[in-house]
């Protein structure tokens, strides 16, 4: 059974860089054809598609959030990065990670990231 | 970039009623990748149908999705207690959700 498990700073100053990973576990992250993404929801609000990387290393950026979105694959690790640049309160929320063909069928359980002084 | 509407925002039902939960995307989206998910609260969303019609693995089969260009609906024929949650379309993007409470 694949599992997507997100780790990194549950706090970040304004201005400051959000670094988030995703551990796969029970399945390779280069096999199959599948894109590896994030997903993101503010505190009562609705879900946002943030961007994915592709099992061959291409990117594909939601355009309102391109500008300050990379996400990167370690292959030797089995998993995949984000960083979230120059961010400010509006991007406090629960972070996803999530396989992509078509349709997002495993998601991590999410973890909440909190920009704050 | 596809913008995705979902109506009504809010559909108050008792159970054992029908759900109609409808999407509606700014231009043609291909039906191979509309998808309807499922969200309960402090839980991460979880795939119902994918390919706007077929039943993700383990949904039962009172869930069912339909639909093509611009316009999509996903049915719940009779609700059960554990469907009162929100639904979400989405193309990539999502739309802005449609909850399902308890009349």
């Known amino acids: 059974q694949l599992q997507l498990q997100e780790s990194g700073s549950g706090l970040v100053k304004p201005s400051q860089t959000l670094s988030l990973t995703c551990a796969v576990s029970?399945?390779?992250?280069?096999?199959?054809?599948?894109?590896w993404s994030w997903i993101r929801q503010p505190p009562g609000k609705g879900l946002e598609w943030i961007g994915y990387?592709?099992?061959?290393?291409?990117?594909y950026y939601n355009p309102s959030l391109k500008s300050r979105v990379t996400i990167s694959v370690d292959r030797s690790k089995n998993q995949f990065s984000l960083k979230l640049s120059s961010v400010t309160a509006a991007d406090t929320a629960v972070y996803y990670c999530?396989?992509?063909?078509?349709?997002?069928?495993?998601w991590g359980q999410g973890t909440l990231v909190t920009v704050s002084s | 970039e596809i913008v995705l509407t979902q109506s009504p925002g809010t559909l108050s039902l008792s159970p054992g009623e029908r759900a109609t939960l409808s999407c509606r995307a700014s231009?043609?989206?291909?039906?191979?990748?509309l998808a309807w998910y499922q969200q309960k609260p402090g839980q991460a969303p979880r795939l119902l149908i994918y390919?706007?019609?077929s039943r993700a693995t383990g949904i039962p089969d009172r869930f069912s999705g339909s639909g093509s260009g611009t316009d999509f609906t996903l049915t719940i024929s009779r609700l059960e207690p554990e469907d009162f949650a929100v639904y979400y379309c989405?193309?990539?993007?999502f739309g802005g959700g449609t909850k399902v409470e308890i009349k």
């Open positions: 999530a396989r992509y063909k078509g349709a997002f069928d495993y």
């Open positions: 029970g399945g390779s992250i280069s096999s199959g054809g599948y894109s």
């Open positions: 990387i592709y099992h061959s290393g291409s990117t």
């Open positions: 231009q043609s989206v291909s039906s191979s990748y």
């Open positions: 390919g706007a019609s």
């Open positions: 989405n193309k990539l993007t």
